[in-house]
């Protein structure tokens, strides 16, 4: 899968969002490439907060836990859902997702949040599980938010690949929230080739370490490429909790060390559905994460 960064620029109630300046900052920035859309694109993001005060407390607040629903039409295969991990009954004896789900030089996600489980299904399972919770499950989770980006732009830039667009708020009120830049990175990758089918010795010649120095490497290419626009107050997110573990989970079972992932003890894990339809489930689960990550507004 490529390797992404995420840029959200909020925006005032009532105000007009950057993408017009953002799309002149990217023209000026790099004058040698023809920058003429080559696509669009969508997302639409909905996020669910639990209700603690129907469940006995035990004496200290509980964390809050949350639960997202995010499609992205560049990954039309399947929708991703992010959810929070039970709360350890012995917190004393638990690993902070931070430290064990992090690549090697990335930043944890925010201080106190439960560890997350990204699962992946099929669009109309998606779509009926949302549904069920906002319905059956309504007493225990309460539905906060949807965002869109109803028509956003793809650009080629060079060896990247840019996606921009304003962020609607949809539910419970009407508002723009900002403006969201996704940037692809196209170069060489050792990360693109063990997420595609590549020959088993090129799988036995990588190491985990060869990929996290990898991801830290393409990270500071994409903030290189996201500075010259010049554009300050963005809210970045590159490596985030449970970045690469897909890719990692897959490098070992090409070497032969087969490790069940899970979303206990060292936070964030995948569990894909309907693999028998989906050729390849866990596709786009980063980019999900960092999307996840700048759209939980927190309420």
Do not use: C
Not at 46 to 62: F, N, V, Y
Not at 97 to 120: H, I, L, R, Y
């Amino acid at each position: 899968m490529p390797i992404t960064g995420i840029y959200f620029i909020p925006s005032h109630p009532n105000t007009t969002t950057v993408l017009p300046a953002l799309t002149e900052r990217l023209r000026t920035a790099y004058p040698e490439q023809d920058l003429v859309p080559i696509g669009r694109w969508a997302l639409e993001h909905k996020l669910m907060r639990d209700t603690p005060g129907l469940l006995p407390q035990s004496g200290k607040s509980s964390k809050p836990r949350y639960m997202q629903f995010l499609s992205l039409s560049h990954y039309p295969t399947h929708g991703f859902i992010y959810t929070s991990e039970p709360e350890a009954p012995h917190p004393a004896t638990t690993h902070t997702p931070a430290q064990a789900a992090t690549p090697q030089g990335g930043s944890g996600g925010n201080a106190g949040d439960s560890p997350m489980v990204m699962t992946t299904m099929p669009p109309a399972s998606y779509s009926t599980l949302f549904q069920h919770f906002v319905y059956a499950a309504q007493p225990f989770w309460a539905h906060r938010l949807t965002m869109s980006v109803p028509g956003g732009v793809v650009y080629e830039v060079g060896d990247f690949l840019v996606r921009m667009g304003d962020v609607r708020q949809t539910y419970p009120t009407a508002r723009v929230r900002g403006t969201v830049v996704e940037i692809e990175w196209r170069g060489p990758s050792v990360v693109e080739g063990l997420a595609g089918d590549g020959d088993d010795e090129f799988r036995f010649a990588v190491e985990e370490a060869d990929v996290d120095a990898e991801y830290v490497a393409t990270a500071e290419l994409i903030r290189g490429f996201w500075n010259r626009l010049r554009f300050e107050g963005a809210r970045e997110a590159i490596l985030v909790n449970g970045v690469g573990r897909e890719v990692k989970e897959k490098l070992r079972r090409g070497s032969g060390r087969r490790e069940k992932v899970t979303g206990g003890e060292g936070g964030d894990g995948v569990k894909v559905g309907g693999e028998e339809e989906d050729i390849d489930p866990s596709a786009g689960v980063d980019v999900a994460r960092q999307y996840m990550e700048v759209l939980r507004f927190n309420r």
